[in-house]
T-cell receptor, first 111, second 112 residues
Framework: GENVEQHPSTLSVQEGDSAVIKCTYS??????FPWYKQELGKGPQLIID?????GEKKDQRIAVTLNKTAKHFSLHITETQPEDSAVYFC??????????FGSGTRLQVQP | GAGVSQSPSNKVTEKGKDVELRCDPI?????LYWYRQSLGQGLEFLIY????????KSGLPSDRFSAERTGGSVSTLTIQRTQQEDSAVYLC??????????FGSGTRLTVV
């Protein structure tokens, strides 16, 4: 089955700096890659996703890039704000199979 | 409803007791998923429903765990003879076929 690895496990940045979180996946047939943000005591919330026919997608300060050849994808957050502090999860899936999640990155934005 | 609703939000049970966790998905969402999240850990897949059938139940950790979905809507996750290692947050999500998941806030289960 699919295996998704995520790093770093923790990331601390200064407010206004950029943050990058990277994930690799094992199943070359995977074709859907979402990113979720989880705040304390809440369920994960979808923030952006990308499908395998696209190399990059942007939504305001958030962007995701996908390299199918290398089987890795990354989340980029620019101009970070304290409210970006949370745990971020990447995930991957093939066809109708359920998502396999990475182990999470705890992002701390220092004001 | 507007989102995925899970109940109870918190459950404390004695070791050996059975528990039932409920999930009300977003109306019209055909797919429903159960995940488990241990403290500070990632999301562990348990089971996936498409309609009322479960094409993938490979993540259920033991035969003490079972789940059902009725009417293409509400799902119940049942854990029999609970053990301390079952303590975790149980998350439910729903989606429109292959779209992004919408998660509930979870049920925090503590087995004492």
């Amino acid at each position: 089955g699919e295996n998704v690895e995520q790093h770093p496990s923790t990331l601390s940045v200064q407010e206004g700096d950029s943050a990058v979180i990277k994930c690799t996946y094992s199943d070359s047939a995977s074709n859907y890659f979402p990113w979720y943000k989880q705040e304390l005591g809440k369920g994960p919330q979808l923030i952006i996703d990308i499908r395998s026919n696209v190399g990059e997608k942007k939504d305001q300060r958030i962007a995701v890039t996908l390299n199918k050849t290398a089987k890795h994808f990354s989340l980029h957050i620019t101009e970070t704000q304290p409210e970006d502090s949370a745990v971020y999860f990447c995930a991957g899936a093939t066809g109708r199979r359920a998502l396999t999640f990475g182990s999470g990155t705890r992002l701390q934005v220092q004001p | 409803g507007a989102g995925v609703s899970q109940s109870p939000s918190n459950k404390v049970t004695e070791k050996g007791k059975d528990v039932e966790l409920r999930c009300d998905p977003i109306s019209g969402h055909t797919a429903l998923y159960w995940y488990r999240q241990s403290l500070g850990q990632g999301l562990e897949f348990l089971i996936y429903f498409q309609g009322n059938s479960a094409p993938d139940k490979s993540g259920l950790p033991s035969d003490r765990f079972s789940a059902e979905r009725t009417g293409g809507s509400v799902s119940t996750l049942t854990i029999q003879r609970t053990q301390q290692e079952d303590s975790a947050v149980y998350l439910c999500a729903s989606s429109l076929d292959r779209g992004g998941y919408t998660f509930g806030s979870g049920t925090r289960l503590t087995v004492v």
